[in-house]
């Protein structure tokens, strides 16, 4: 996919992640595969359609516009990329999760703590 189709989720993993991580989870939301149950087109990915999916298990259902017959489905999600392991390596996602975790809640907190410390002075 070209740069400028990525998702806002997309673009956003990119400016926080690894190229070996982004280039991962890429790969990975390409073998998630979604299934229309109108036309049972079976041929969109996740990553196509602008998500990512990576280490992750079960078979939602996520209400998608089928690309095909062009209406909100409960799409069903599934795996097809066989075993997992056989993927080779797998960058954990630790450093990510830290990493959204100090700029969605640490960030604002400082934010108002800086904002407190002027007005109470
Ligand atoms: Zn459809």
């Not at 400028?4 to 989870?25: D, I, K, Y």
């Not at 079976?42 to 998608?64: M, Q, S």
């Amino acid at each position: 996919m070209a740069e400028g189709n990525l998702s806002g989720m997309q673009r956003m993993l990119r400016r926080h992640t690894s190229p070996e991580l982004f280039a991962a989870m890429q790969r990975e939301s390409r073998l998630w595969k979604t299934e229309c149950p109108h036309c049972q087109t079976d041929t969109t990915d996740i990553w196509e359609i602008g998500g990512v999916r990576y280490k992750a298990l079960g078979e939602p259902r996520n209400r998608i516009r089928c690309p095909r017959c062009n209406q909100n489905r409960w799409m069903r999600v599934h795996w097809t990329g066989g075993d997992p392991n056989a993927l080779g390596p797998r960058p954990s996602v630790t450093p990510l999760v830290i990493k959204i975790v100090l700029i969605t809640l640490l960030i604002p907190l400082a934010i108002v703590g800086a904002v407190l410390f002027f007005v109470l002075r």
